[in-house]
């Protein structure tokens, strides 16, 4: 089983900032097939990226996503209030797919 | 527009059984590999189970496996998750999803499982 870190736990940032995010994987995640979900209170996730890299339809171009190998990252180059919320990465290399644990973004 | 309805939840004793259900529609239902994904209160996402668009391979998360069972109408665009000796590990609410080549687009709303005695 892939297991992924999220780091870090919270993210305590301002309107407007720079938020960076960070997936890291027990093995190689190859294919570069890990996806990044935001999830808000009573809601289910949303799929924001695939692919490590491709942005979703309909998902603001402020979030980016990079990375291979067993490191990756979620950008969002300048909050939004909207974007204040818990972060998921999942991978879908095997058939036992795994979520990291979570981050959230908190206004500061 | 893409909708998955989940059904079937409530509250049961440990060591009972529920059986969820999941209606599609907006979309080709037996042309997708159907996930189910549950979320414990308070906790992360966490995978459950997978079938193929035919019904023919399905894949279990270590902690279900022999206790869960995946299954599929594709004649009633219909999703099910027949689950067995339940304990208190497995209250959550869970999710159908699709949408994807393992990763999840769509998503249901959820339907709740309590497992207390």
């Avoid at chain 1, 990079?66 to 991978?91: M, N, W």
Wanted: hydrophobic share 30%; net charge neutral; aromatic share 10%.
């Amino acid at each position: 089983e892939i297991v992924l870190t999220q780091s870090p736990g919270t993210l305590s940032l301002s309107p407007g900032e720079r938020a960076t995010l960070s997936c890291s994987a027990s093995q190689s995640v190859t294919n570069n097939y890990l996806a990044w979900y935001q999830q808000k209170p009573g809601q289910p996730p949303t799929l924001l990226i695939n692919g490590a890299s491709i942005r979703a339809t309909g998902i603001p171009d402020r979030f980016s996503g990079s990375g291979s190998g067993t490191d990756f990252t979620l950008t969002i180059s300048r909050l939004e209030p909207e974007d204040f919320a818990v972060y998921y990465c999942q991978h879908y290399v095997t058939s036992q797919l795994t979520f990291g644990g979570g981050t959230k973004v908190q206004i500061k | 527009e893409v909708q998955l309805v989940e059904s079937g939840g409530g509250s049961v004793q440990p060591g009972g059984s529920l059986r969820l259900s999941c209606v599609g529609s907006g979309f080709t239902f037996s042309e997708n590999w159907m996930h189910w994904v549950r979320q414990a209160p308070g906790e992360g996402p966490v995978w459950v189970s997978r079938i193929k668009p035919d019904g023919s391979t399905t894949h279990y998360a270590d902690s279900v496996t022999g206790r869960f069972t995946i299954s599929r109408d594709n004649a009633r665009n219909t999703l099910f998750l027949q689950m067995n000796r339940l304990t208190a590990d497995d209250t959550a609410l869970y999710y159908c999803t699709t949408g994807g080549s393992g990763y999840f687009k769509y998503w249901g709303q959820g339907a709740l499982v309590t497992v207390s005695s």
